[in-house]
């Protein structure tokens, strides 16, 4: 069965910066990949989707790649902000239509002044 | 536009007792999703509802546990004889009907307790 691995240290990084993080997969590579924040107590908050034809994705301060060779997506957040602090999880839709999505257990960021 | 809607937010049951978990999924959408999230573990699909209809219960527990997504109302998730293991955090998710977009939108989750 397909699995998902996100870093699950924590990543602390200061104010201004950029961060990155990563999500590897194996076996075969999905239709979609999709990035979610969850804040504590809350549920996920839908951020980008990217599909396998597609090597990056953009919007606004966060970027996101797809490489299907290595099974890897990284995330980044430019000129991170303290609110950016949260847990961001990485999904993956084996089917294509979005009805099943089997998520990482996610890397929590802190944005330190 | 309201989003997802779940209650309780908060629910404590004793060992054998009963668990019914609501989601109102959002205005227009027809596709309801539950997750189960456990302690340290990530987001584990459950089951994909449509009205009146359950499309993937592949990550449904064989007993206890069963959704419905009625043609009026919110989607159920029912635990009967709730055991310890069951606490966790039970997430609903909702997306429109066709389309090309398939992000999905989480309610705020339940934190089911077993005394």
């Known amino acids: 069965s397909q699995k998902i691995e996100q870093n699950s240290e924590a990543l602390n990084i200061q104010e201004g910066k950029t961060a990155t993080l990563t999500c590897n997969y194996t076996n075969y590579s999905p239709a979609y990949l999709q990035w979610y924040r969850q804040d504590p107590g809350r549920g996920p908050v839908f951020l980008l989707l990217i599909r396998e034809n597609e090597k990056e994705k953009r919007k606004e301060r966060l970027k996101v790649t797809f490489d299907t060779t290595l099974k890897q997506s990284l995330f980044h957040i430019t000129a991170s902000q303290p609110a950016d602090s949260a847990t961001y999880l990485c999904?993956?839709?084996?089917?294509?239509?979005?009805?099943?999505?089997?998520f990482g257990t996610g890397t929590q960021l802190k944005v330190e002044l | 536009n309201a989003g997802v809607m779940q209650n309780p937010r908060h629910l404590v049951r004793r060992r054998g007792q009963e668990a019914r978990l609501r989601c109102s999924p959002m205005?227009?959408?027809?596709?309801v999703y539950w997750y189960r999230q456990l302690p340290e573990e990530g987001l584990k699909f459950m089951v994909y509802?449509?009205?009146?209809?359950?499309?993937?219960e592949s990550g449904m527990p064989k007993e206890r546990f069963s959704a419905e997504f009625p043609k009026e109302g919110p989607s159920i998730l029912r635990i009967q004889q709730v055991v310890r293991g069951d606490s966790a955090a039970y997430f609903c998710?909702?997306?429109?009907?066709?389309?090309?977009?398939?992000?999905?939108?989480f309610g705020p989750g339940t934190r089911l307790t077993v005394t």
């Open positions: 509802l449509q009205k009146e209809n359950i499309i993937d």
């Open positions: 205005k227009g959408h027809s596709h």
């Open positions: 998710a909702s997306s429109p009907p066709g389309g090309t977009t398939y992000e999905q939108y």
């Open positions: 999904a993956l839709d084996m089917a294509g239509g979005g009805n099943k999505l089997t």
